[in-house]
């Protein structure tokens, strides 16, 4: 199929589904935000990038020197301000470059996520759009994380991305990502388009940390395709308050052994609500999957879902819900589901949702510790998810983000 | 986490003395009622532990044996309506249960709850003294392994016991509540078990004993490990006798608890 035939359809597609709710959330009115942002300049190098600090950068899990990554992405409202890949094997694009550079990537565009999906994937191709391409060509593998940041700074403004990252086969990926924005912004949103496609024994991980502020409406829209013998692995915690968040990324295991796993960390400040869950289908046989999401209400609401298919025999998967209430005035709703389609599948899943044991706060007073810094112990070691298969830099580097994050939210 | 722990120059203002360190680490309940939700459990206990001293506690089952110890822990759940608990010449009755551990009271449980992505290693990082070995202390008591697992995440009988003591020693309290340290143990853990709880109260010291503990024990085999010099059995919420505990063991083996209480009528 031709580029502009291609195109044509996609947008025809997202036009139909303009004004199409989405399942899950409260709706948005997207007339409410403005598409203008000033344009910011490009910099070679991120210690020259003026408008966010150290600091700023740091929330998003960003690191201004660019030590211990081997390349970073920079958006800012509609500009992409830097992109850089550090290492041989690796490549950084914005996705619009990419689209003009790789007639090929056509065939991966709106392909693990629907354009028409609702009327926030149609938003980020009808409007104008950023976001990043990120490719690990065949047999590369990084030491270092790529990161990426995107950050909204202009009030009211509609951050449309629109990202695809590919790990050729037998390639290892990590990624660094933080979304963050101004503190003092009143309201904002960001829709976030990301396709992943892991190749044959290829592995993904994408960890990622939100930092927005109260006022923020937050659409994420994720899709994956892993092949024989790839696995992906997402990361996700939320923990300091936003207006809304809902998302319900899908991981399609399309070849023989592939393995999913998502892991999430949700605090619902009071007034934030959460709606986040994890989609996982296994057509291949072997495929297995995990999801695992750990929510804390202090006074907002939290929607927890979970959704494993499994379409052929020889599968296996778990979902695992836990919830604990801090604030009686939040809501926690876990939802998880589990759709057999073969026999031969074997799919469990586990949900609790209740508050802390007294009994356990009492323990630890036994050893000395108050009832706050029993209290504290407890709900960090309740978000102390063990995640497996995240290579030990990369999990020090998430626990010291979750450590920053915790301070502040717990 | 950082607290001031007792003998530490920040707690108290002044760096204690030995001789003040002795008085402390004593024990004493004075007429101590306690009701657990709306039901009157200890009928007026009176009970000294002297520095040095190991007490035991016998009785059957429902007697109060656990909810004396809670008590003087200071659980909420254990509500103190009359009587007075003393640590050395401080009356601790209405402080909370930290401010007694960090004041030297440690209590070993006998069935302690799973502390979710809490482990073992950080558990007893909590509870010690500056400069303690936890990891030494694991591996004395063989549970190198534990360390990095979640607080007694599918332990077993023995490892909770073991587990419990390795964070007792690593807090090296003043005073030593044990819960029924030998049950769900089997022999060679026994052994153990008994060495930890030799050296918790300072049993290899000949003289100048600074720490002093309660053993509630049910079978009496501890005392096989770790001498006593006290007994007492509690019925019905009071102490009905104290005595040599070999010989009131020997008695509560032969003739049972009914004994004991008719002996006091």
């Known amino acids: 199929m031709c580029t502009m035939h291609a195109l044509k359809e996609i947008r025809q597609r997202a036009r139909a589904a303009a004004e199409k709710p989405a399942p899950y959330g409260s709706d948005l009115d997207l007339s409410t935000y403005v598409d203008e942002a000033p344009e910011r300049s490009y910099v070679e190098s991120l210690e020259q990038l003026e408008e966010l600090g150290e600091e700023e950068l740091a929330r998003a899990g960003v690191e201004k020197s660019g030590r211990g990554r081997s390349g970073s992405f920079v958006q800012i409202d509609g500009s992409v301000v830097h992109r850089k ?53 065949p047999g590369s593998r990084t030491i270092y994380p790529l990161q990426a940041c995107l950050y909204i700074r202009e ?19 990590h990624i660094i990502t933080g979304c963050a924005s101004e503190h003092e912004i009143k309201a904002g949103l960001h829709l976030g388009v990301s396709e992943f496609y892991v190749k044959k024994g290829a592995r993904i991980t994408f960890t990622m940390v939100h930092n927005w502020a109260e006022g923020m409406d937050v659409r994420p829209r994720s899709g994956i395709v892993v092949e024989e013998g790839g696995l992906f692995m997402s990361n996700y915690v939320v923990m300091e308050p936003l207006r809304t968040l809902q998302l319900y990324p899908t991981a399609r295991l399309v070849g023989e052994g592939a393995v999913a796993r998502f892991h999430s960390i949700l605090v619902a400040q009071p007034g934030s609500e959460l709606d986040v869950g994890s989609r996982v289908i296994l057509s291949a046989p072997r495929c297995s999957a995990e999801i695992i999401s750990r929510a804390i209400t202090k006074g907002g609401y939290i929607a927890a879902r979970g959704h494993i298919r499994g379409e ?93 994050s915790e301070e502040k939210a717990l | 986490m950082s607290r001031a722990s007792p003998g530490h120059p920040e707690y108290g203002g002044e760096k204690l003395g030995e001789a003040k360190e002795e008085r402390e680490a004593t024990l004493r309940v004075e007429d101590l009622h306690v009701e657990v939700e709306g039901r009157q459990i200890l009928h007026g206990v009176n009970l000294e532990i002297k520095c040095g001293e190991t007490h035991v506690l016998f009785g059957p089952n429902g007697s109060g044996k656990t909810t004396l110890l809670m008590a003087v822990m200071g659980f909420p759940r254990y509500k103190v309506t009359r009587g007075r608990i003393f640590l050395g010449g401080e009356d601790i009755t209405a402080l909370p249960p ?3 551990a960090r004041r030297g009271i440690g209590i070993m449980f006998q069935r302690p709850p ?45 490892e909770i016991k073991r587990s419990e003591l390795l964070q007792l020693l690593a807090q090296d309290p003043r005073v030593v509540l044990l819960d029924e340290p030998e049950s769900g143990v089997d022999m060679e853990n026994l052994q153990l078990v008994g060495r930890a709880i030799r050296k918790l109260l300072q049993k290899d010291l000949r003289r100048r004993r600074t720490r002093c503990g309660l ?24 102490i009905v006798c104290s005595g040599n505990p070999r010989e009131q063991l020997e008695g509560i083996r032969r003739y049972g608890f009914e004994e004991c209480a008719r002996c006091t009528r």
């Open chain 1, 85 to 137: 890949a550090l290492e041989k094997g690796l490549e950084i694009l914005s996705t619009r470059e990419a689209l003009e550079k790789y007639d090929w990537l056509w065939d991966y565009y709106w392909k693990a996520v629907a354009v028409d999906a609702d009327k926030y994937t149609a938003a980020v191709e009808l409007g104008p759009f950023e976001g990043y391409f990120m490719r690990a060509l």
């Open chain 1, 155 to 173: 009030p009211r403004f509609v951050q449309r991305v629109h990202n695809v990252v590919i790990a050729e086969e037998g390639s290892e990926l």
């Open chain 1, 312 to 404: 052929v025999g020889g599968v296996k998967a778990h979902l695992e819900c836990r919830g604990l209430i801090l604030d009686g005035r939040g809501v926690i709703h876990a939802v998880p589901e589990l759709e057999g389609r073969a026999e031969d599948v074997d799919m469990s899943h586990e949900a609790a949702v209740g508050k802390i044991a007294q009994e356990e706060v009492e323990y630890l007073m036994a050893r000395g510790l108050s009832e706050e810094e029993a209290t504290s112990t407890i709900v960090r070691g309740f978000l102390n998810v063990k995640i497996e298969g995240l290579p030990p830099l990369l999990e020090r580097e998430m626990r010291r983000m979750m450590e920053l």
């Open chain 2, 98 to 100: 930290y401010e007694r």
């Open chain 2, 114 to 158: 799973t502390v979710r992505g809490v482990s073992l290693a950080q558990m007893a990082a909590l509870c010690s003294r500056d400069g303690v070995d936890v990891e030494k202390l694991a591996v004395d008591l063989n549970l190198g392994d534990f360390l990095s697992r979640d607080v007694n995440h599918g332990f077993s009988g023995g």
């Open chain 2, 215 to 238: 053993i509630i024990t049910h079978t009496g085999y501890i005392l096989d490990y770790v001498e006593a010099d006290v007994g007492h059995v509690l019925c019905e919420g009071t």
